[in-house]
């Protein structure tokens, strides 16, 4: 089984180079982020052709997450417990976006869903954007609100496979940072509070992509010539509990889909997984009949 998360910078500009990455590499779920539409304007028949159905949690062009998956997803949720907001109400979403903790509107960026015995979570972790910005200290306490449920969580059931899987916006160690503009103790994404806040969600959940996948960055900037330079980050990651960690046999990160014509600017992380590893069973409910070639 095969399982991934990818930030596609817009569904509907990369719908059909999604869909036949999904088909080419075999992927049964997954986890987007930034999709930057509302489910009403999701590109679902493309997906639903490919044999994949799907979960949208999306409220406008900016944001947004979603699954596709060839087995069948339950118990979807669109937020975590005391996940806390930011900004101003969005209007005409009053009653729809929902309210933090805080009292500040919900973003669209959790959704977990269960997929046989696995609880999944596309998260697309707020940006920080600067460290004298409002929006880092809403980073780090939306990361704490995330950790908490994520310890409790496993403490009702220590044996759930969770995986949390995203766009983190944190690159957590020296050696995932590669873009020059990104200055430790000077910017987001490589700050001592980002790093330590990451560090944090140990043991309760680990990176299982890096033990099988070390090297390589998931995220390039459009500017400057990044990709060429390979000035990338990494900064998107599966981190799942010791049951779902047991149960991976491979990993990796899909650089090819950085190059070629139209490419977001993240890379899909993937993991495999061996469902007899989790003690239970996987059907396939769909037919996924190949679309492209």
């Known amino acids: 089984m095969r399982i991934a998360t990818w930030n596609v910078n817009s569904i509907r500009t990369r719908a059909p180079r999604v869909v036949d990455w999904l088909v080419r590499e075999d992927i049964d779920v997954l986890a ?23 979960e949208i949690h999306g409220l406008n062009q900016w944001n947004g997450v979603a699954f596709a998956s060839r087995h069948e997803m339950t118990d979807a949720a669109t937020s975590f417990a005391e996940m806390p907001g930011f900004g101003n109400p969005i209007k005409g979403q009053e009653g729809v976006q929902g ?27 707020p940006n920080g954007r600067s460290l004298d910005d409002p929006h880092l ?21 220590p044996d759930l496979p969770l995986a949390l899987m995203g766009d983190w916006n944190i690159a957590p160690l020296p050696g995932d940072m590669g873009d020059p503009s990104f200055v430790e103790g000077l ?14 969600f140990a043991p309760t959940v680990e990176d299982v992509v890096r033990p099988l996948a070390p090297e390589g960055y998931t995220f390039w900037d459009y500017k400057a010539g990044r990709f060429q330079k390979n000035q990338g980050m990494r900064i998107d990651f599966i981190l799942g509990s010791p049951a779902f960690a047991g149960a991976v046999t491979g990993a990796a990160i899909d650089r090819e889909e950085r190059k070629g014509d139209g490419p977001s600017d993240h890379v ?11 003690g239970g069973t996987f059907e396939d409910d769909f037919d996924v009949p190949m679309i492209f070639g």
């Open 32 to 54: 987007m982020q930034e999709i930057k539409c509302r489910p009403d304007q999701f590109p679902v028949d493309a997906f639903e052709r490919a044999g994949y159905q799907l």
């Open 99 to 125: 309210v933090g903790p805080n009292g500040l509107p919900l973003e669209a960026r959790a959704l977990g869903v269960t997929v046989g015995d696995l609880r999944l979570w596309s998260l697309y972790v």
């Open 137 to 157: 200290a809403y980073k780090l306490d939306w990361l704490a609100a995330l950790r908490e449920n994520a310890e409790g969580w496993l403490t009702a059931d």
């Open 187 to 200: 910017s987001t994404h490589v700050s001592p509070d980002e790093r330590s806040m990451f560090a944090s």
């Open 268 to 278: 899909p992380v993937i993991c495999d997984i061996d469902p007899s590893l989790l």
